[in-house]
T-cell receptor, first 113, second 114 residues
Framework: DVKVTQSSRYLVKRTGEKVFLECVQDMDHENMFWYRQDPGLGLRLIYFSYDVKMKEKGDIPEGYSVSREKKERFSLILESASTNQTSMYLC????????????FGEGSWLTVV | KNQVEQSPQSLIILEGKNCTLQCNYTVSPFSNLRWYKQDTGRGPVSLTIMTFSENTKSNGRYTATLDADTKQSSLHITASQLSDSASYICVVSAIKAAGNKLTFGGGTRVLVKP
């Protein structure tokens, strides 16, 4: 079974702290994604990566950065967390190709106080 | 702007009954449409994927339809069970140079009552 693992399920951080959210997939997927999910807004794409060291901005990249040094790992970084970044963060991955299933992690609930 | 609209926002049904969820989209150029089920506090799980040429796709008690001309899709749940209580998300993919660009609907929250 494909597995997308997010390192932290629940985090509480203070305003201004640097936050790392890690995501690992075990199926050699080329594409990896970071989304945030907020009530009434659905999933919004923050960044995605289609290869090692490659990244593209999504719809809401401000305040975030990403790192993909290895194919299986895609990290989301909040350089200086703010309260409006309190959200559920979802990592996803898939093989290249239109019909391939996108697999999601279980989500990381981040609260910034 | 690419958009995906889902209706209703939420609905309550009795166990054993059927229901239909709607998804309208304006995504172009269209690549495929997916339905996901998301249990509370969990990540979304894929139910179906349909491309332009597919009108209907089933996964157990879930049946999705696609009308690419009117840009509408529906997800029909037959003989609902308590475990069907979840959010159902419609996701439309547009063809893009580097991977497919996904547009997510806001989801429909379904509550199945005994």
């Amino acid at each position: 079974d494909v597995k997308v693992t997010q390192s932290s399920r629940y985090l509480v951080k203070r305003t201004g702290e640097k936050v790392f959210l890690e995501c690992v997939q075990d199926m050699d997927h080329e594409n990896m994604f970071w989304y945030r999910q907020d009530p009434g807004l659905g999933l919004r794409l923050i960044y995605f990566s289609y290869d090692v060291k490659m990244k593209e901005k999504g719809d809401i990249p401000e305040g975030y950065s990403v790192s993909r040094e290895k194919k299986e790992r895609f990290s989301l970084i909040l350089e200086s967390a703010s309260t409006n970044q309190t959200s559920m963060y979802l990592c996803a991955s898939t093989w290249e190709g239109a019909r391939n299933t996108i697999y999601f992690g279980e989500g990381s609930w981040l609260t910034v106080v | 702007k690419n958009q995906v609209e889902q209706s209703p926002q939420s609905l309550i049904i009795l166990e054993g009954k059927n229901c239909t969820l709607q998804c309208n989209y304006t995504v172009s150029p269209f690549s495929n449409l997916r339905w996901y089920k998301q249990d509370t506090g969990r990540g979304p799980v894929s139910l179906t994927i349909m491309t332009f040429s597919e009108n209907t796709k089933s996964n157990g008690r879930y049946t999705a339809t696609l009308d690419a001309d009117t840009k509408q899709s529906s997800l029909h749940i037959t003989a609902s069970q308590l475990s069907d209580s979840a959010s159902y998300i419609c996701v439309v993919s547009a063809i893009k140079a580097a991977g497919n660009k996904l547009t997510f609907g806001g989801g429909t929250r379904v509550l199945v009552k005994p």
